[in-house]
């Protein structure tokens, strides 16, 4: 049978060192042996045992986030995440074959259309993807920060285990550093010195557990990082497919080019000359053809819609979401008919819900989402475009008529990716947010620095709360960057 003191000598060489080491290392600045003095003296065998006692020494337990951190973490990992983005690039054969793909693909406006779309709906997933990995990693940051503190709140104990260390070992420890692989490995080791000093046996149980805990949490971390930059790379390809698709369907198009130009320089007067909101969307479509066209298609289709009976419009609802029809100028099914089918335009956060505190003093007229850098802002529903471009203090501002006596109203943006008088599908892209918060009116006292997407309704020219059009809750909180 083995004795104590035979134990002692086979645990007392390198792995008893290789913990000792460890163990001042994750000090974060401690000693990597007791100094001399009181509070470092070797200690007797009683000594570990009361330290034990300690609620310093217990295993920790996973504690709540802390909030604050995890913004500041999540400020931090996004800054990281949007320089990583900023440096990757497409090969020059990765952008020959896409634009092989898409010359291979059939040449006509509605098939390059339904991949416009096809594609925004893969960007708008990976972008989904990248915001939750974003979170997921700043999570994680912030788990390992608070085991790293919880070891450096432990200095005076693990000194003691340190102490008990060094006098139960043959040797002194040699000025070495081991890695994580070997600390596991050697703390796993010292758990059978509670055979001899029964006190460590809670010390270095405590220890293992914080040890693993850590390593699997750095694991995740790297785990995440390189899933996230993968998805950055596939969102980047995503993009130029779809802007290769885009161009593509233009240089198709037979519209006059002539006429969309002099409409555009039509509307930029009007809104020049227009007061409000109101003034310019009624002066639109009085003297804007295609807006006025737009107006007019819209108010035959309620017509029609108001001889039909409950069943025939049961039917043609059935028909327009099973087969839609992909060269339709007109709303598929009626927009007073899609609440609670609407996806968000853009991926994001809810800021300020309407009837909120608009930053004036007055009640919102609609609700703005934080977003990420550059995301993709797309139609929630079937519209005409009856303006796109600049207007007041809004800034860039997107006018969407989408029957039924709706419109939708989306300012915030940074470059617009549609056209004036065109017809968009639901999914189809509009634009993509910016790289900061634009200074606009519609975004007044927001505790953001993110970019913010502005969403009104209006049905009849009156501001209504779009919450019951959109398929999922509202997620985010007012007035608040979580």
């Known amino acids: 049978m083995q004795t104590a003191s035979g134990r002692h000598g086979r645990w007392g060489g390198k792995g008893q060192l290789r913990l000792g080491l460890v163990l001042a290392g994750l000090l974060a600045g401690g000693p990597a042996v007791p100094q001399s003095g009181p509070s470092s003296a070797p200690p007797s065998p009683a000594q570990p045992a009361a330290a034990s006692a300690s609620p310093a020494s217990s295993p920790a337990q996973p504690a709540a986030v802390d909030e604050k951190a995890l913004v500041e973490q999540q400020r931090k990992t996004r800054t990281e995440l949007e320089s990583i983005a900023q440096s990757i690039r497409l090969s020059d ?35 989904r993807k990248i915001a939750k990995g974003e979170k997921t990693l700043s999570e994680l940051e912030v788990r390992q920060t608070g085991i790293r503190t919880s070891l450096r709140e432990r200095r005076a104990v693990l000194a003691e285990v340190l102490a008990a260390l060094q006098r139960m070992g043959r040797n002194p420890p040699p000025a070495l550093l081991v890695t994580p692989e070997d600390a596991l490995a050697s703390v796993r080791s010292a758990i059978l010195l509670g055979a001899v000093v029964p006190g460590m046996r809670r010390q270095t149980d405590a220890l293992l557990a914080d040890l693993a805990d850590l390593a699997k949490v750095r694991d995740a971390i790297e785990t995440e990082r390189a899933g996230l930059t993968t998805d950055m790379e596939n969102r980047l390809e995503e993009e130029r497919r779809m802007d290769l698709l885009i161009a593509r369907n233009q240089a198709l198009s037979e519209e006059n080019t002539a006429t969309i130009e002099e409409e555009r320089k039509k509307a930029e007067d009007l809104a020049a000359r227009a007061r409000s909101m109101d003034d310019l969307i009624a ?115 997107i006018i969407l008529n989408t029957g039924d006596g709706y419109h939708l109203v989306l300012t915030g943006m940074d470059a617009i990716k549609t056209a004036q008088g065109k017809f968009v599908f639901a999914g189809e892209p509009l634009a993509v947010m910016g790289e900061k918060r634009v200074a606009s009116a519609a975004a007044l006292a927001l505790e953001t620095d993110r970019p913010t997407l502005y969403i009104e309704f209006r049905k009849d020219g009156k501001p209504v709360d779009s919450q019951p059009w959109w398929s999922g809750k509202l997620s985010g909180k007012a007035n608040n960057d979580t």
Do not use: C, W
């Open 93 to 127: 054969e990765k952008v020959r074959s896409l634009k092989d793909n898409i010359n291979a693909l059939q040449q006509t406006s509605a098939s390059l259309r339904a991949k416009v779309i096809e594609s925004a709906t893969r960007r708008r997933e990976l972008e």
């Open 283 to 397: 002066s639109l479509e009085r003297e804007i053809t295609s807006a006025r066209d737009a107006a007019e298609a819209a108010r035959a289709a309620a017509e029609r819609q108001s001889r039909m009976s409950e069943a025939e419009k049961l039917k043609a609802r059935e028909e327009a979401l099973a087969n839609p029809d992909q060269n339709r100028i007109a709303p598929a099914i009626p927009f007073g008919d899609l609440k609670g089918k609407l996806v968000l335009p853009v991926n994001g956060e809810t800021v300020r819900r309407f009837g909120d505190d608009d930053g004036t003093g007055h009640p919102a007229r609609g609700i703005t989402l934080a977003s990420a850098p550059g995301a993709l802002v797309t139609a929630p529903a079937d519209g005409h475009v009856v303006f796109a471009g600049q207007f007041r203090s809004y800034g860039q501002m």
